[in-house]
């Protein structure tokens, strides 16, 4: 079991750039692979970014490669979200997620554990 809160969000200019953290209790948060995703009013939710548990490899949707970098510490069993030149269509609930699979996960519904959401919005 780990339990995921989510933080950073807020009200940006497109352009300019926010962290989003993700903290995890549970002593077991280093045997998770962590994934990041979003939804904005009316769509589905969908993939962003995802990190190994070891934090060896990652995984984007395209249309924030080079915009967001996924990383972790699991000594402070955190996971972060970089997201700079922010775009209006960036605009959503973003989510963290927890699975026990050892790769790369895109599909929501694999992963097992789920924060609250963070609101992220981007004005132009």
């Known amino acids: 079991q780990v339990y995921l809160v989510e933080s950073g969000g807020g009200l940006v200019q497109a352009g300019n750039s926010l962290t989003l953290s993700c903290a995890a209790s549970?002593?077991?948060?280093?045997?998770?692979?962590i994934g990041w995703f979003r939804q904005a009013p009316g769509k589905d939710r969908e993939f962003v970014a995802t990190?190994?548990?070891?934090?060896?490899?990652?995984y984007y949707r395209d249309s924030v490669k080079g915009r967001f970098t996924i990383s972790r510490d699991n000594a402070k069993n955190t996971v972060s979200l970089q997201m700079n030149s922010l775009k209006p269509e960036d605009t959503a609930v973003y989510y963290c997620?927890?699975?026990?699979?050892?790769?790369?996960?895109?599909?929501?519904?694999?992963?097992?554990?789920w924060g609250q959401g963070t609101q992220v919005t981007v004005s132009s």
């Open positions: 990190i190994t548990r070891s934090g060896t490899n990652t």
């Open positions: 549970g002593r077991t948060f280093s045997s998770y692979t």
């Open positions: 997620a927890a699975t026990s699979m050892v790769t790369t996960v895109s599909t929501p519904s694999l992963y097992a554990y």
